[in-house]
């Protein structure tokens, strides 16, 4: 098992080495040939991750991830290695689009190129512009850069945070203004859209799909210091618990009243987060929080982190602490089994532990984390990081692929490695 997880993942290194290669190659060659019209910018990330749970996976976004590092793999490249190129044409001093395209592992667990940024954008005033297209989401201070190694500082965006709003774009329109107000400076960003992702098949396959998306952010500027502000209202709609509820609704007034109560089609789900970072140069502060209200079988969830790190020439050490919780009920007493007849009892009892699971899955974890970078070349840094996830009692955290003699609020050890750069 351990010999053919390692052959695994020495081949996805070898393909990702290569394809890094054949792109850097090629990007040169398009700058060689750039014009003042169209700019090209290629980023990418080679990652090895090695877990200590052998009964789990542990994965960047548990809910597009179809495996891991852990039971799927010991050592895997397939989390955090993907490789990106973007196009910028400059039609006029008004007028622009850009399109961005990524190569990672998908929710099918194939590596297409996924449309990540695919939108024309008019600035009616130096100050007021407007985007239609496929957009950035500003959910999270890293949100323009969360695909993107290079310019972060972990390997990864914490999970705990950056996994209550998994979809990273919207399908729309957005309006972004410029002001100031005295030594602050504002960027306000309007947007509406939706966006249809797809699920891996061990969430049932198909796609989900988020409606009405309307998101408002507010970034903030002051000398070192930037504040963002973001509120998301949108219908979500999730497939994979249709056939449970479903179910349930066969038992009569009360299961129809639990399967109104945590149905996932075109429900309601807000988000509010706010973060700070502090960066005069020599070392650096940064914290997120989040929280997420979903009125379905997803329920509630906060999360937070803080980092800290200082720079010293070409290294960066960092320390990073994140936390998320359920803000709601992780359990359901379900049908009530005495009233119903002997024959159905069975089938009930499995229909409560099938819900109950559903909601125990929302994540309870803490994490340490330490981790440096080195930036050895021009635009090229090798990060080294090591977690510690503690999960809550009772709860799997983040992690996905749960198989049998798995030990729900346990802990679990991460160690990776990643070449991020950018062109």
Not at 236 to 265: C, H, I, K, M, S
Not at 348 to 355: E, S, V
Not at 395 to 408: D, R
Request: charged share 15%; proline share 5%.
């Amino acid at each position: 098992m351990i010999r053919t997880a390692q052959r695994r993942s020495c081949s996805a290194i070898s393909l990702s080495l290569a394809a890094i290669a054949m792109f850097a190659l090629h990007s040169r060659a398009v700058r060689a040939e750039e014009s003042h019209l169209f700019k090209f910018d290629a980023f990418g990330t080679l990652g090895v991750v090695h877990s200590d749970e052998g009964r789990a996976d542990f994965v960047d976004n548990s809910v597009f991830s179809p495996k891991g590092v852990g039971y799927s793999d010991a050592w895997s490249a397939n989390v955090d290695t993907k490789i990106g190129g973007q196009v910028t044409a400059n039609f006029t001093p008004r007028l622009a689009a850009v399109v961005q395209v990524i190569v990672g592992q998908r929710y099918d667990n194939t590596y297409h190129p996924d449309l990540e940024w695919a939108n024309l954008k008019y600035q009616l005033t130096p100050d007021l512009s407007i985007r239609a297209g496929r957009i950035v989401l500003s959910s999270f201070m890293f949100s323009d850069t969360r695909k993107v190694g290079y310019a972060n500082p972990w390997v990864r965006p914490p999970v705990e945070v950056y996994s209550l709003v998994p979809i990273s774009n919207s399908d729309g329109v957005d309006v972004s203004y410029r002001f100031t107000w005295g030594d602050f400076i504002h960027t306000l960003v309007g947007t509406y859209g939706e966006n249809r992702p797809g699920l891996p098949t061990r969430q049932g396959g198909g796609r989900s799909r988020a409606r009405r998306l309307t998101l408002v952010a507010d970034t903030i500027e002051y000398g070192a210091l930037t504040v963002h502000v973001a509120f998301l209202n949108l219908y979500l709609t999730v497939p994979q618990l249709n056939a449970l509820l479903d179910a349930f609704r066969q038992f009569g007034p009360q299961g129809v009243a639990l399967a109104d109560r945590y149905d996932e089609n075109d429900k309601l789900a807000r988000f509010f987060g706010v973060g700070a970072q502090y960066d005069p140069g020599k070392w650096f502060a940064v914290g997120e929080w989040g929280h997420a209200d979903q009125h379905s079988a997803l329920g509630r969830s906060s999360a937070w982190y803080v980092t800290g790190g200082g720079r010293f020439r070409a290294g960066t050490p960092y320390l990073t602490y994140s936390e998320s919780k359920a803000g709601g009920n992780t359990s359901d007493p379900g049908l009530t089994l005495s009233s119903l007849p002997p024959f159905l009892v069975g089938p009930a009892t499995q229909l409560n532990g099938a819900l109950n699971a559903v909601l125990g899955s929302i994540p309870v974890q803490k994490t340490l984390s330490v981790g440096a970078r080195w930036d050895f070349a021009k635009n090229v840094a090798l990060k080294l990081q090591y977690d510690h996830i503690r999960m809550g009692d009772g709860s799997p955290g983040t992690l996905i692929n749960l198989q049998p003699g798995f030990q729900p609020g346990g802990t679990v050890n991460l160690f990776s490695a990643a070449i991020d750069f950018v062109l």
